[in-house]
């Protein structure tokens, strides 16, 4: 609902513009490119969601291309890892596509190119080349070879694909503006040589691969796209994307798209997510993860989407959050505070509620005779649909060492030996009666006794009381392995920072405690449930200490918790 009152992004303006001037017929094509170097981030999960949620809202359909362009960084693992995660989060594309498909209309386009003119082999360094580059306001300095005879050219680039010329040692480069004030222009790379890595598709087929800004434009068009929706640092980029299409379109078409002379796929940039105490770049994640400082991609403190997962965010909270964020031309920081707030929210309506004592002590309750009882207790409180759970009772309990204090003054509510009169969660109304203490003074059991007539549900149990605690039957609870989750950095934004950005790592972004948890989470163990491949996730408020999922380590000896987020929130609206 809230969607449906919000304006217009800006992309949706173009789309609908387009739509009522007719461009393309009415057809709305959009991709979205990953390269798969390494696993999606919440940052792709903004492209994802406007690239599917375009299609998806005008009747388009939305591809799923993979930039596979440069076989030294690329994996298969990746590409599958890709597909799952894009699925989990609920769009659908309409065909996979791979950059590697093209990789010989884009050769014999190169060809066509080095014919034409429009290119040249240049045997200078990387080095040699970017210092002749220039400055925008300084012209570049022409290559040597730039007005290399066409033959030459040809018999070259030809050598470089046969693997007869070392990686490294020769490019081809678009002979277009050495001045033009746009640096994109001057002369940039088309092609280089990768001997040293076999491509994860394409095996050893080929020794010369296109560059990002000869690849890119070139897959939208021959696949028909005609939104072709990325970041801002690609607005400088656009207009060399509009070059490399007109040299075999409109005037000069030369029938590589089905759909005619006229047609363009058009670039369209938007600001990219950036969240505050996090990284938000693959090659600092590969880092994290190689060198152990994380536990994998998936750990749940990357903002990895299968670390969010693993992490208890479920998909309509992710999407419910860029839907917050919205789209614009103005690069940001967003608070993590706010995709906090988002899964806080979410969990709040469904996680049912249970109790778990972190830091356990024992109470006995002295005048309560008998084997115990079963109660009953609402999921969540006051929303009776979700239905309600059994809860064991009997005379042992755990409770939080924090709730008892053997001596407090007035201003305490809890439990203290001669005290006022507490109400147990869902349950009677006790008051402390005393302790008992260790050689070292420290406090092994509590003793209380319990009015029989102030069960909650019943008459009695209206009685108010200043206090209510939580509590665990001994003899029904289990432990559980609970890891609590912090922000992977210590400082707001790492990358700003100087230095190396590992030295910002949080501290205490992990701690791990054992706490005793209800008997209700028996049900949890068993190895995951998969669902896709994908482990499912329960999720579940554990009273007073935040919001929970049950990690995929859980078997059928052993539950683990991951916390999703603390109860508090800090998130200033
Ligand atoms: P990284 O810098 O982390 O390697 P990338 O941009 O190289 O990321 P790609 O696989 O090329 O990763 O990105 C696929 C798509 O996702 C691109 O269209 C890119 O613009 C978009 N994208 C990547 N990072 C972000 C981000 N932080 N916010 C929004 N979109 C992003
Ligand atoms: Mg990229």
Redesign the pocket.
Same mark, same amino acid.
């Given at each position: 609902m809230e969607q449906e009152e919000k304006s217009l992004n800006f992309i949706e303006q173009i789309v609908e513009k387009d739509l009522a001037e007719g461009v393309n017929d009415g057809r709305i094509q959009t991709r979205?490119?990953?390269?798969?170097?390494?696993y999606?981030?919440?940052?792709?999960v903004?492209?994802?969601c406007l /690239?599917f949620g375009i299609a998806e809202k005008y009747n388009g359909v939305c591809n799923l291309r993979f /930039?596979d362009t440069n076989p030294a960084k690329e994996d298969t693992e990746y590409v599958e890892t890709i597909e799952r995660d894009i699925a989990w989060l609920g769009f659908k594309w309409g065909q996979i596509y791979y950059a590697s498909d093209y990789f010989q209309q884009l050769y014999d386009l190169a060809i066509m190119f080095i014919k034409e003119g429009k290119a040249y082999v240049d045997e200078q360094t990387a080095e040699q080349i970017a210092e002749q580059k220039g400055t925008p306001t300084e012209p570049g300095v022409a290559s040597p070879y730039r007005d290399r005879p066409i033959e030459e050219n040809l018999r070259l680039f030809e050598a470089m694909q046969r693997g007869e010329i070392e990686e490294g040692k020769m490019v081809l480069r678009a002979k277009i503006d050495m001045a033009n004030p746009n640096m994109h222009f001057r002369d940039p790379i088309m092609y280089r040589i990768i001997t040293s890595h076999p491509h994860h598709r394409t095996g050893r087929k080929w020794n010369v691969y296109p560059m990002y800004d000869f690849a890119h434009g070139q897959s939208d068009y021959f696949e028909g796209v005609t939104h072709s929706?990325?970041?801002l640092?690609?607005e400088v980029h656009r207009p060399l994307y509009d070059y490399f299409i007109d040299q075999f379109s409109g005037a000069n078409f030369c029938g590589l798209s089905p759909y005619g002379p006229d047609y363009r796929p058009k670039q369209r940039e938007?600001?990219?997510?950036?969240i505050t105490y996090t990284v938000?770049?693959?090659?600092k994640?590969l880092q994290l993860v190689k060198e152990g400082l994380v536990a994998g991609w998936d750990d749940p403190r990357m903002p990895t989407v299968c670390g969010l997962r693993r992490r208890g965010y479920t998909p309509s909270s992710i999407r419910t959050f860029m839907d917050r964020i919205g789209y614009t031309k103005v690069e940001g920081m967003i608070d993590q505070g706010l995709l906090e707030h988002t899964i806080r929210e979410d969990l709040k309506e469904t996680a049912p509620r249970v109790c778990a004592i972190f830091d356990p002590v024992k109470l006995i309750i002295t005048n309560y005779e008998g084997e115990g009882e079963t109660l009953t207790a609402e999921n969540i409180d006051g929303i009776e649909a979700l239905g309600t759970r059994e809860v064991r009772f009997g005379r042992e309990l755990w409770i939080e060492r924090g709730d008892f204090l053997e001596e407090a003054d007035n201003k305490f509510y809890r439990l203290s030996p001669g005290g006022r009169e507490v109400r147990l969660k869902n349950s009677y109304i006790i008051q402390a009666t005393g302790c008992e203490k260790d050689a070292a003074g420290n406090i092994t059991t509590v003793y209380a006794t319990y009015d029989p007539n102030s069960k909650s549900g019943t008459e009695g149990g209206n009685r108010k009381t200043k206090a209510t605690i939580n509590w665990v039957e001994c003899n029904s609870a289990l432990d559980a392995e609970v890891r609590l989750y912090d922000r992977l950095f210590a400082v707001e934004n790492p990358s700003a920072e100087e230095g190396d950005f590992r030295d910002l790592l949080n501290p205490d972004s992990l701690k791990v405690v054992t706490a005793k948890v209800e008997g209700a989470l028996r049900s949890e163990l068993h190895a995951p449930i998969l669902e896709n491949g994908i482990p499912r996730e329960n999720h579940y408020q554990l009273l007073k200490q935040g919001y929970f999922v049950v990690d995929q380590d859980t078997n059928a000896e052993k539950l683990v918790l991951n916390r999703t987020c603390s109860l508090k929130d800090n998130y200033l609206k």
């Open positions: 979205f490119p990953p390269e798969p170097n390494g999606l981030h919440i940052g792709h903004k492209a994802i /690239d /930039d929706i990325c970041t640092e690609f938007f600001n990219r997510l950036n938000m770049s693959k090659r994640m």
